[in-house]
């Protein structure tokens, strides 16, 4: 089902509250991942924190977060977000429904990411709510810094080739959903802009017709407290526009 009205430009919409668990490298955050087709926006509300990113044009940084502060990062750039204290972030995600989709990979080792039933089970939550889902969240995000770390410390002697690896292995791994995405991608984005191209069409005609179907929606978070990649997620689940994490 197609919203009538999507989100501007048919993105994406979620809050993020950091997760407070401390990884191995004694950093407080989220589960690194990239996403292959979406650029992701981080609008900050509260607190204070970081965004850590590896990518083959820039290597690594962290780029700090607070109240104000827009991040944003193209497909392709691995990112982790690190709470420093209470970190509050709304996400902005182009081609909203395609990181629900498997457009958002994590960075398992590679053995992990070699093997589609072994990546899904390692990136799936058994539960939505309670201890057993708190922990297999934890244990994910740990298996994503670990394959993280690798990456970064490649990086950081100027070898990328283990990131490019990565991007490769993460394309096979999603290739069997891009038939899907290009269908979300035509009734969300692609038909939003469309839309747009409609409308200017008939302005430049003097044609106002379209005006008069004008109104106003709203929605309020359909769950709250999920357990995301970067920490626990309210989110909305408008057709067309954003759904669930698959799994979560």
Known sequence: MVMDAPLPGGIGLSHIGAYEWEAADGVCGGSPHLHLACTE???????????????????YRETPLEPGVIAWFTPGTVHRMVNGAGLRVTVLMQNGGLPEAGDAVFTFPPEVLADPAAY???????????PEAEAAARKRRDLAVEGYQALRTALADGDDGPLR????AAAR??????????????????AAAERTGTHLDALGTG?????AEGGVRAASPTRRGGYGMCGRRDEYELPGTTLPYYGE
């Open 120 to 130: 899904a089970a390692a990136a799936a939550l058994p539960a939505k709510e309670g």
């Open 173 to 190: 791994l999603v290739a069997p959903k891009v038939a899907d995405w290009r269908a979300r991608w035509r009734e969300g984005a692609l």
């Open 165 to 168: 690896a990565f991007h490769q």
């Open 41 to 59: 926006a981080y609008v900050v509300t509260g607190g204070r924190g970081a965004v850590q990113t590896l990518s083959v044009a820039d290597g």
């Open 207 to 211: 044609d106002a017709a379209h005006l």
